[in-house]
């Protein structure tokens, strides 16, 4: 079989980011005014009071100071709290395939390749803009790339579950190049108004290009060793939205189609699971723990990745270990673990090796063993 490397990525930031501050303003200002609306029920005890926000909260829970929006004056409206973006006609672009052309553009830019050379795309990440024609096949046309495209969704995991499937399709042949897509628009599944998780999440594209070893002509290649996949069914971090919800009108618009999590629950299953795949997936490449130099890992919590990093070495993680992005970007979901490894792999000699993880819903998690070549 072939063997394949990442030869390049690409990272769209949107151009308006939100600091804690400017969102902790607006939440709690729609705080005091349901408090003020409800006085009377509240009084009674029919209708719960509202807590107020703080930036020393966000910042303790998460690690969170900022995050990129594609649009930020809507969400900052108490009265709306919603991006603001005008519908788009069919034949214009998409939103979320405009960003990932973007992205894939300075992937196929670092990689050396133009849309001829790549004979796949793949668009993987948590919440697509629609159903269906898929978001790939329209990033397809756009750049003009032949051959074929398909979505996937494994939520928070969508990169490295993307990735593997890259790998598959180079390794078999299938494809000479793979573009694999992360747009993730997370601001469009965020419940604004949830003072638990109102400032986990940003927005984001990542992309990576995949392909054989012996075609590789880039800078910024990196050989794939090993991947491992894991998922597990849990409810603790859920989003019903769906064309199915108008079987039951009732439940239109509640807050179960939003993005929820049991973050409590999440943080005690999920840390020890990412770990031990980490370790299983270093150890099943031939490799042990304290060859492997960085860890690029998803970025939802500041916390998670501490208590991860510490149970996979043993101690507590060295400056440029494990880097962390979500300080500036927060949780962009499947783009996360990929963002750290765009801004933090340059650095890094031939040779060296390094894990990307990623980590969230379904129980999913996903780790690829790469080496700079």
């Known amino acids: 079989m072939k063997q394949a490397v990442i030869s390049g990525t690409g990272l769209y930031t949107p151009a308006q980011s939100i600091s804690n501050e400017e969102l902790v303003a607006c939440f709690n200002a729609y705080v005091e005014q349901f408090n003020a609306d409800n006085?009377?029920?509240?009084?009674?005890?029919?209708v719960t009071a509202l807590e107020a926000s703080s930036v020393a909260f966000i910042e303790k829970a998460s690690g969170i100071k900022a995050?990129?929006?594609?649009?930020?004056?809507?969400?900052?409206?108490?009265?709306?709290?919603?991006?603001?973006?005008a519908d788009r006609s069919d034949e214009e672009l998409s939103l979320q395939a405009e960003i990932a052309v973007a992205a894939a553009r300075?992937?196929?830019?670092r990689a050396g390749k133009s849309p001829a050379d790549i004979d796949m795309v793949l668009v993987a990440c948590s919440n697509m803009q629609r159903a269906y024609p898929a978001m790939a096949v329209e990033v397809q046309g756009a750049l003009g790339i032949d051959g074929y495209g398909f979505d996937m969704n494994v939520a928070c995991s969508s990169a490295t579950f993307g990735i593997q499937q890259a790998v598959a399709a180079v390794q078999s042949g299938q494809a000479r190049a793979v573009l694999v897509l992360n747009p993730e628009i997370t601001s469009g599944h965020l419940?604004?108004?949830d003072r638990d998780s109102h400032f986990i999440f940003g927005d984001a594209c990542t992309a990576i290009v995949v392909e054989a070893k012996?075609?590789?002509?880039?800078?910024?290649?990196?050989?794939?060793?090993?991947?491992?996949l894991k998922t597990s069914f849990s409810n603790n971090i859920r989003n019903n939205f769906g064309f199915l919800n108008r079987f039951d009108e009732d439940g239109v618009g509640q807050a179960d189609k939003l993005f929820r999590q049991q973050g409590r629950k999440v943080f005690k299953d999920v840390c020890p699971m990412a770990a031990e795949m980490i370790k299983d997936t270093i150890a099943h490449a031939g490799l042990e723990v304290p060859q492997v130099k960085r860890y690029w890992l998803h970025q939802a919590n500041l916390n998670m990745n501490l208590l991860i990093s510490r149970l996979v070495l043993g101690r507590d993680a060295e400056p440029g270990e494990a880097p962390v992005i979500l300080d500036e970007y927060a949780n962009t979901s499947s783009a996360g673990?990929?963002?750290?490894?765009?801004?933090?792999s340059d650095d890094m000699a031939k040779g060296e090796l390094g894990v990307i993880c990623s980590f969230g819903a379904g129980y999913s998690?996903?780790?690829?063993?790469?080496?700079?070549?």
């Open 214 to 228: 012996d075609t590789a002509t880039s800078a910024h290649q990196w050989e794939i060793l090993d991947s491992k």
């Open 106 to 109: 300075q992937a196929l830019d």
């Open 67 to 85: 995050r990129y929006v594609m649009e930020k004056a809507g969400i900052l409206d108490p009265q709306r709290m919603v991006s603001h973006i």
């Open 191 to 193: 419940n604004w108004r």
């Open 337 to 344: 673990s990929v963002i750290a490894f765009h801004k933090y």
């Open 365 to 373: 998690i996903g780790c690829v063993v790469v080496k700079r070549i």
């Open 39 to 46: 006085a009377a029920a509240i009084a009674e005890g029919q």
